[in-house]
């Protein structure tokens, strides 16, 4: 088994600062995915990326930047936090069409 | 397009009960049907999934039925125990489409001992 770690678990920002979410999966999966949970709603894919180096924009792309330094990681960045945002930003990996997740890293901007 | 329409939106069970949830779709080239778990404060997990070539797949208590001809599929938990309180997601992707997964919008469950 493996397992996919997020840091940090709680991120308090203030508007306007940029703000970024890491992702580790000792899977060795190829593919990682970031979603953004709102309350209420369902998963919306923000970034993946099918191997090291490489980005595909996802529907809410618009706002966040990603980078894959390497296998195993996937980080995200706000690149301007919105004042009275809160959402769960969720990170995944797959070996193939099975997306597995990770814990999560809740966001509040005051 | 690519939305997936999940019902019903909060659902209440008493413990023993079977539950039954429902998703449809309108993109036919999806042939990949996951359904997640997620209980408060965790990351989605994957509980059971379903390929287009098959109408049914079974894993303990809980069943996913596919329907290709009426684009819907149902997960079915039979003898719901309180543990089984949590949101679930039903989930579509394709293999033309990256396997790029989209998500119904929830189902929060509760089971009542």
């Known amino acids: 088994g493996g397992i996919i770690t997020q840091t940090p678990k709680f991120l308090i920002g203030q508007e306007g600062q940029k703000l970024t979410l890491k992702c580790q999966q000792n899977?060795?999966?190829?593919?990682m995915y970031w979603y953004r949970q709102d309350s209420g709603k369902g998963l919306r894919l923000i970034y993946y990326?099918?191997?090291?180096?490489?980005?595909q924009k996802g529907d809410l792309s618009e706002g966040y930047d990603a980078s894959r330094e390497k296998k195993s990681s996937f980080s995200l960045t706000v690149t301007s936090a919105q004042k009275n945002e809160m959402a769960v930003f969720l990170c995944?990996?797959?070996?193939?069409?099975?997306?597995?997740f990770g814990p999560g890293t809740r966001l509040t901007v005051l | 397009q690519q939305q997936v329409r999940q019902s019903p939106q909060s659902l209440t069970v008493w413990e023993g009960g079977t539950t039954v949830l429902t998703c449809s779709y309108e993109?036919?080239?999806?042939?990949?049907f996951p359904w997640y778990q997620q209980f408060p404060g965790e990351g989605p997990a994957l509980l059971i999934s379903i390929l287009s070539v098959s109408d049914k797949k079974e894993d303990g208590r809980f069943t996913t039925f596919f329907n290709k001809r009426e684009k819907k599929l149902s997960l079915h938990i039979i003898d719901s125990q309180p543990g089984d309180s949590a949101t679930y997601f039903c989930?579509?992707?394709?293999?033309?489409?990256?396997?790029?997964?989209?998500f119904g919008s929830g189902t929060q469950l509760t089971v009542m001992p």
């Open positions: 995944a990996s797959s070996p193939n069409y099975e997306q597995y």
């Open positions: 989930a579509a992707s394709a293999s033309s489409g990256s396997w790029q997964l989209i």
């Open positions: 899977f060795n999966h190829d593919t």
């Open positions: 990326s099918i191997t090291e180096n490489d980005l």
């Open positions: 993109d036919s080239t999806f042939n990949y």
